[in-house]
Structures are given as structure tokens and as C-alpha cells.
């Protein structure tokens, strides 16, 4: 349904319940009082509707039509158009989700279109109508109070991000292969969030000079947005934090990745080393026995014409040979650093 509530207010009191928006400019012109039309993505024929009956400006309805604007604050006339993008944390899958509210503000109408679940309306209008004296100072307190509640709904998404840092440097150092991916989609949310807030700072700013201090009527709502704009200033000097802590994490995730890969080349390269040092022992024992293999082998020919046959002290000698080749051998290897 997209029109979620319509009504017109006189002195802070809701006094008639419309049943479409051409009831609506009739009640409206009547009593002279302050009409609030609230709407989830309504279809282009009703916001041109409300276009023609409150001349909104055609660039402002293009971008309500749109949707997809950046928060921001444009003036035509005596009407204002607020682009606004609230935020709300999904705890079943540790995420952000952001919508968008569009307020058309005029002498005497509201507008409110919203393309998102959040923020709750229907809270700020049911809060604005326990305070009549409040609502009382018109469209004003509309415009104040959706920004009041868009604002308090960033509180839980902080929380959220809080947390889910949190949990990233716990993961730093555990090894986990997701935890870089996990850092950039974190990092993603916050530069988001950083987007739908920081604009609000100089949008409060220029709203309070708008509305003024010298009105006794409009004081307490100037206070009022003064608070909401501290509460602004915080969120995003704690976003702001959130980002450096994930680009810290980052650098010291990448470090560690650094480290871990260079414990690993070096545990191989001991590893090759170690191979090569008993490949060496092998080759040196093996040249060892060799030496002696090859005087047996030859002296095992048994060729009648041989040297040192009828010799007495032939066997000796080759048993000497033999040993003397393998000394030798096992001096060289050893010098050279093989055994």
C-alpha cells in the first residue's frame, strides 16, 4: 500500500483521516492547517499528484522518483527536500542494510516517501502526536523528528560494526584464510556508512541557522536539532575510528601473512639443506666403498696373467690398497665438509 497514513494536523492535533489525497487538499484548504502524507514507494501518478497540488519543483520529484540519492539538503523556494539514508544492522548475517527516505517540507505539508523497511515512521508520527505542542509548530517538527529517528537508528548499526571489529582481531591471529575478505567487506560497510552520515553534520548546520534562535517558538526545536548534530558529530568520529582500525588490521593481517610465508620458506629451505647434507654423506660413502669395490672386482676377474698373483705378499697389498683408497677418500670428504 503505498500510502501508509494521511492526515491533516491543526494546532498539533490530528484532526481528519483522509481517505485519498484529493480529500486530502480539500481538508487541507479548509482548515489551514498542516497536512502529513506518508508513503512506501508510492507509484509515479501519486507523487506527481502531490507535486502538482504543493508545486514541488520538478528536480526534487525526479530524484524522489529515482531514488538512490546521496544524503543531502536542497531548498526551492519555501519547500525543502531532504535525502536521507537510513542504516540498520542484520544480526543473522553481520551485515548493513541501508535505505533511503526522501521529506518534502513546505509551509504548511509534510511529505514523507520511504523505499526501505527502516526507519519506523509510524513510531515518529504515534511520538509526535503524544506531544502536541511539539507537533504544533508544523511540518518543522516532522522534518525533526524523522531526522531524530533516522539518527538513533545508527546507534545498533555501530554497535554492530563495534562488534564485528572486534571479532576480526580475534581472527588476526588465529590464521583464518576468510579473515581478509571478512576486513574488506567490513571496510566496504563503513566507507557506506561514513557516506550516510557525514553529510548530516553540515545538513544540521545549515537547518538550525534556517529555522533560527530568535523565535521563542522555534528555540526548543533548534536545541532539538542541536542535540541531534552532536549526536551526528559522534557516529562519525567513531566511523571515522572504524576505518583506521581496519586499515590497521589490515597492514598487521598482511604482516602476519608476510611472516608465516617466510617461516615456511625458510623451514623448506632447511629442509633442502638437510637433504643436500645427507645427499653428500651418501655420495661420499658410496665414492668410500667404491674404491675397494673396484680393486676386489678387478682382482675377482680371475685372469691367469694378473699382476702380483704369485706375489706372497699380493693379498696384503691389496688388502693395503684397498684401505689406503679408502682413507684417502674419507680425508678428502671430510675436509671439504661431506661427512
Not at 37 to 48: A, F, H, L, S
Not at 76 to 98: K, M, W
Not at 179 to 198: C, D, N
Not at 292 to 309: C, D, H, Q, R, W
Amino acid at each position: 500500500m503505498p500510502i501508509i497514513d494521511n492526515a491533516v494536523y491543526v494546532d498539533g492535533k490530528r484532526t481528519a483521516n483522509p481517505d485519498n489525497l484529493e480529500e486530502t487538499y480539500e481538508v487541507l484548504r479548509a482548515r489551514h492547517g498542516m497536512a502529513w502524507i506518508g508513503m512506501y514507494r508510492p507509484t509515479p501518478d501519486e507523487v506527481q499528484s502531490v507535486a502538482a497540488e504543493f508545486n514541488l519543483h520538478h528536480l526534487a520529484v525526479e530524484d524522489a522518483l529515482a531514488g538512490h540519492q546521496r544524503p543531502k539538503l536542497e531548498r526551492y523556494g519555501d519547500t525543502q527536500f531532504i535525502a536521507l539514508r537510513p542504516a540498520r544492522y542484520l544480526d543473522a548475517s553481520e551485515e548493513v542494510e541501508f535505505g533511503e527516505v526522501h521529506m518534502f517540507i513546505g509551509p504548511d505539508f509534510a511529505i514523507t516517501i520511504r523505499h526501505a523497511e527502516s526507519p519506523d515512521l509510524g513510531r515518529v508520527r504515534k511520538r509526535l502526536e503524544n506531544s502536541p505542542d511539539l507537533l504544533a509548530l508544523g511540518p518543522l517538527a516532522v522534518m525533526y523528528a524523522v531526522l531524530d529517528q533516522v539518527v538513533d537508528e545508527y546507534s545498533p548499526v555501530v554497535s554492530g560494526l563495534e562488534n564485528d571489529i572486534d571479532e576480526i582481531e580475534d581472527q588476526l591471529f588465529s590464521q583464518d584464510t576468510n579473515v581478509s575478505r571478512r576486513i574488506y567487506e567490513l571496510s566496504r560497510e563503513v566507507i557506506a556508512f561514513q557516506r550516510a552520515t557525514q553529510p548530516l553534520v553540515g545538513m544540521l548546520g545549515v537547518l538550525r541557522e534556517r529555522i533560527g534562535s530568535d523565535d521563542p517558538r522555534t528555540l526548543e526545536l533548534h536545541r532539538d536539532l542541536r542535540d541531534v548534530e552532536d549526536h551526528v558529530v559522534t557516529l562519525v568520529e567513531r566511523v571515522d575510528s572504524f576505518r583506521s582500525l581496519l586499515q590497521n588490521a589490515l597492514m598487521v593481517h598482511a604482516t602476519l601473512v608476510g611472516q608465516r610465508q617466510n617461516d615456511e620458506t625458510k623451514a623448506l629451505t632447511e629442509a633442502s639443506l638437510r637433504q643436500a647434507d645427507q645427499a653428500k654423506r651418501i655420495s661420499s660413502w658410496a665414492a668410500i666403498l667404491f674404491a675397494p669395490t673396484l680393486v676386489a672386482g678387478i682382482y675377482g676377474m680371475n685372469f691367469k696373467s694378473m699382476p702380483e698373483l704369485s706375489w706372497t705378499f699380493g693379498y696384503p697389498y691389496a688388502l693395503c690398497l684397498m684401505l689406503v683408497l679408502g682413507i684417502v677418500l674419507y680425508t678428502v670428504f671430510k675436509k671439504a665438509g661431506w661427512l
